[in-house]
């Protein structure tokens, strides 16, 4: 009976160190996944699929884009959302990851993922806010006989996938450039931008010109 009991008891000695390792091993792996994958994904709203894209596509307008008097001024943006947080806060809050603000909501800490690049910030001011339609190109296709609330709330708009916290240079040689001559470098995201793209284009009647839509129907066949 003795025998029985020592050998049952390393048993579980064995099992029991079979266990460290098992619980060591998958520690050290979630460990390596964080140090070599992004430490926060940004949360756009997620876009419609390829399929109603395509359909999307296919009713939207096809027109010359005319940019005569556009100021960035007539689309007020980075309003109020809540409290002491406006549109741009309020995007860094839900796009980072351990985000801490400050009492004026300005965020003082935090790890963002840019998904146009795979690059990884820990400092705010490294980011901007990318209207992925961009408010140019959006007055260039029918924006332009807007009301100013209109503007307004496309400027503004948190619950389609219109706004992204990104690299603030991306976002800055990006400009006001629409997928026929500009598309993120990651090539992982092309789908999810032109699917936002037209599901923006879409919701608010924006017309799209020749050049644009040939471009995201080739992205869009492969998604």
């Not at 140090?35 to 395509?54: D, E, Y």
């Not at 884009?65 to 809540?82: A, Q």
């Not at 351990?98 to 790890?111: E, K, L, R, W």
């Not at 840019?114 to 820990?122: E, I, K, L, M």
Request: aromatic share 10%.
């Amino acid at each position: 009976m003795s025998r029985i009991r020592s050998a049952l008891a390393r048993r579980g000695v064995y099992a029991r160190r079979r266990l460290g390792l098992l619980m060591a091993l998958t520690s050290l792996f979630a460990g390596f996944a964080t140090l070599n994958g992004p430490t926060a994904q940004a949360a756009l709203p997620t876009p419609v699929s390829a399929a109603t894209a395509r359909t999307y596509l296919a009713s939207l307008k096809v027109a010359t884009e005319n940019r005569t008097g556009y100021n960035r001024d007539l689309f007020p943006h980075w309003i109020t959302i809540s409290g002491a947080c406006n549109t741009r806060e309020t995007v860094l809050k839900r796009d980072g990851s351990g985000v801490v603000t400050d009492s004026a909501c300005a965020a003082t800490s935090g790890s963002w993922y840019s998904v146009y690049d795979g690059a990884t910030w820990t400092a705010a001011s490294d980011l901007d806010i990318d209207h992925l339609v961009p408010l140019a190109e959006a007055w260039d296709s029918g924006a332009s006989a807007w009301t100013t609330a209109k503007r307004q709330s496309f400027a503004n708009d948190l619950t389609r996938p219109q706004l992204i916290a990104v690299t603030d240079n991306v976002n800055q040689t990006k400009g006001d450039q629409d997928p026929a001559t500009w598309m993120p470098s990651r090539s992982a995201y092309a789908c999810t931008y032109v699917r936002a793209w037209v599901q923006v284009k879409y919701y608010y009647g924006l017309s799209v010109d020749s050049a644009e839509k040939s471009k995201l129907s080739s992205v869009l066949s492969g998604c």
